[in-house]
């Protein structure tokens, strides 16, 4: 969300920012959180003045009884009275004015960083670098889901009679990779100078729309039936929600932390064909890693966060590279973004398995994250990125690191997760 201030006095900044971002139908809530405002603020004057009024009549009450002059003194409360109904109203005014603006600018997007490019969706993404050389063996690459049938990793069939379809039972050695992963990816992030967390895994709904917009929140969020609860769609949301109202002293930040959680997402829409088999689903783990700084090192955090996925995947022989994301594939919230994509072999492309945001004060404006310098308070800015996910990062281990014979290679950094075992077999 993005301040008040700043869109009064920049409306067409706000304008073309929404432009951009290829919405051109939110075009007039920008006028009309303007002319909201303005009643806002008349409202606020005038109860500031009546306040004033009805304080200085009061006084003169005690003064009026003093003196002896009840009539004068009751005559003077009825006045009171009027305008305390007065203002009343004026207050209930003011409220109603301030949840509609507050809706408003809800919807309306963050302003992006200068550098993103301009594009309507992810197609237009725009590839800044290469890690490690792709490979594409002279054999098949069977469909990951076959891989893992072979090892007796994984049983969809059951899934599905007891969740229904997006849900998988993982079994055997691709378990316990699956877990190995999580586990080298954490003490990965630990050795990097984050603190290890374990979240709470539901959130209330304050926390839900502090942390994304309400399209993300329809798109992705499952609701408890009868309490004001939501499970995550991502560990982040309840780790920036962890510093929900609150006001941190400037020389303790940054803040930085890793943590687990599983995750739980609706994944609406219709998704493609390669999209089967574990790739979206609605249930999956993960380690995540935040940021909670100072506005003048964001950009500086953000380069550094997605540095770290890519660095864990080339440790594990997996070829990645990065996509800037364009105007229209940024969610209202963020400034900038950046996706890792992991090699396929078997589809001979890379795929997304990360993605690293900055979103700027957003998130802390609408939390209330506010930072202390000791001359003022300003609101800290906060960034999220993936560490790794599976199973679909097990996509691009098992298809990278499969040979001939149909045994994996398991590389050093995860064979002492993995019980000492260089090889599947």
């Not at 200085?56 to 003064?63: D, T």
């Not at 098949?140 to 007891?162: C, Q, S, W």
């Not at 966060?305 to 890519?310: A, D, I, M, R, S």
């Not at 960034?383 to 996509?395: F, K, S």
Request: glycine share 6%; charged share 30%; with cysteine.
């Amino acid at each position: 969300m993005i301040d008040i201030k700043f869109l009064r006095e920049n409306p067409d900044i706000v304008k073309q920012n929404i432009k951009n971002k290829f919405q051109d139908e939110k075009l007039p809530l920008v006028d009309e959180v303007i002319e909201l405002d303005e009643k806002s603020r008349k409202a606020k004057g005038q109860a500031d003045a009546l306040r004033a009024e009805r304080n200085k009549i009061s006084k003169q009450i005690g003064a009026l009884m003093a003196q002896g002059k009840k009539e004068e003194a009751e005559e003077t409360k009825k006045l009171v009275t009027e305008r305390s109904a007065e203002l009343a109203a004026l207050e209930e005014q003011e409220k109603e004015l301030q949840e509609k603006i507050t809706s408003i600018m809800m919807t309306i997007p963050n302003i992006i960083d200068s550098s993103v490019p301009i594009g309507k969706d992810d197609s237009e993404n725009v590839e800044i670098e290469k890690f490690g050389e792709p490979v594409i063996p002279d054999f098949e690459i069977p469909y990951h889901t076959e891989i893992m049938e072979k090892f007796n990793g994984i049983d969809l069939d059951a899934a599905g009679r007891v969740a229904g379809n997006g849900f998988y039972y993982l079994m055997g050695d691709i378990a316990r990779l699956h877990s190995a992963i999580i586990s080298y990816a954490r003490d990965f992030m630990i050795d990097r100078g984050f603190t290890y967390c374990v979240p709470p895994f539901m959130i209330r709904s304050n926390v839900v729309t502090g942390v994304m917009s309400f399209a993300e929140m329809d798109a992705m969020m499952y609701k408890i039936e009868g309490e004001d609860l939501y499970l995550i769609g991502t560990s982040e949301h309840s780790m920036i929600g962890k510093f929900i109202d609150t006001i941190i002293k400037e020389d303790q930040l940054p803040k930085t932390m890793t943590s687990y959680s599983p995750c739980f997402r609706k994944e609406k829409g219709a998704h493609g064909i390669e999209e089967r088999g574990v790739y979206r689903i609605h249930q999956f783990e993960k380690q995540e890693m935040i940021v909670v700084c100072k506005p003048e090192e964001s950009q500086m955090w953000f380069d550094k966060l997605w540095q770290n996925t890519v660095d864990l995947f080339r440790s594990l022989d997996i070829p990645v590279r990065t996509l800037e994301c364009c105007s229209g594939d940024l969610a209202d919230l963020k400034v900038k973004s950046v996706d890792v994509e992991a090699w396929s072999p078997r589809q001979k492309k890379y795929f997304e398995v990360g993605s690293c945001s900055n979103l700027g004060d957003a998130q802390a404006r609408r939390l209330k994250i506010r930072v202390d310098n000791g001359k003022g308070k300003y609101f800290a800015h906060t960034l999220n990125n993936t560490v790794v996910a599976p199973p679909r990062m097990l996509i691009a281990f098992l298809e990278n690191n499969l040979n001939e014979d149909g045994t994996v290679n398991i590389p050093k950094v995860l064979q002492p997760y993995m019980g000492g075992k260089e090889k599947l077999q």
